[in-house]
């Protein structure tokens, strides 16, 4: 059964930065295609892709976003870690971490999601 | 604004077919990359429910089909039924962005 979870704060000031983790089960990311990425959703908007990360440590960012992100994995510990910078009230949203498919350019497990709301 | 374009919202009665479009560019559904499309009920987090343009992941009926023509995509339900009321997404990857999403239909059963 493969699970996914994100924890973090709920709550950041503008400016902080803000740190996500997400700890999986069920799969490895030591297996070739396989991949974890991020991806978040304002409140009452659309789903935007924010990472990845690979078993193989490539990584790849939204380009509007890039300059903020910074995406790493500890394959021992099942965990993908991302951080984001300068956090801005406009980057309230729930995220969501997601499995990305090994044969597919989808992602096929994702996780319950976690509200970060930004505000001072 | 999205990259993949959908209709804000659609709807239909119960038993009847509905249709979702998702229109692309060139350097996505256009460019031979694959179109996937999620289900997200209320409140909860996104469920993949076509891959590969019209695939079905196990478990998920066949009255959701998938269809993938030039730069467009469309996901039809057929026998609509009220727990299908729902947002639907698409996704695709773009040679130069990345994995993008549409902007979401929300499907209201009357």
């Known amino acids: 059964q493969i699970t996914l979870k994100e924890s973090g704060p709920t709550l950041v000031k503008p400016t902080q930065t803000l740190t996500l983790t997400c700890t999986f089960s069920?799969?490895?990311?030591?297996?070739?295609?396989?991949?974890v990425g991020w991806i978040r959703q304002p409140p009452g908007k659309a789903l935007e892709w924010l990472a990845l990360?690979?078993?193989?440590?490539?990584?790849r960012y939204s380009p509007s976003l890039k300059s903020r992100l910074t995406i790493t994995k500890d394959t021992s510990k099942n965990q993908v870690v991302l951080t984001m910078t300068n956090m801005d009230p406009v980057d309230t949203a729930t995220y969501y971490c997601?499995?990305?498919?090994?044969?597919?350019?989808?992602?096929?497990?994702w996780g319950q999601g976690t509200l970060v709301t930004v505000s001072s | 604004q999205s990259v993949l374009t959908q209709p804000p919202s659609v709807s239909g009665a119960p038993g009847q077919r509905v249709t979702i479009s998702c229109t692309g560019s060139?350097?996505?559904?256009?460019?031979?990359?694959?179109v996937h499309w999620y289900q997200q009920l209320p409140g909860t987090a996104p469920k993949l429910l076509i891959y590969g343009n019209s695939n079905r992941p196990s478990g998920v009926p066949d009255r959701f089909s998938g269809s993938k023509s030039g730069t467009s995509a469309s996901l039809a339900i057929s026998g609509l039924q009220a727990e299908d009321e729902a947002d639907y997404y698409c996704?695709?990857?773009?040679?130069?962005?990345?994995?993008?999403f549409g902007g979401g239909t929300k499907l209201t059963v009357l």
């Open positions: 069920g799969f490895s990311l030591s297996t070739s295609g396989v991949g």
């Open positions: 997601a499995r990305r498919s090994s044969s597919w350019s989808n992602f096929d497990y």
């Open positions: 996704q695709s990857y773009d040679s130069s962005l990345g994995w993008v």
């Open positions: 060139s350097s996505n559904i256009g460019a031979s990359y694959d």
């Open positions: 990360i690979y078993w193989d440590d490539d990584k």
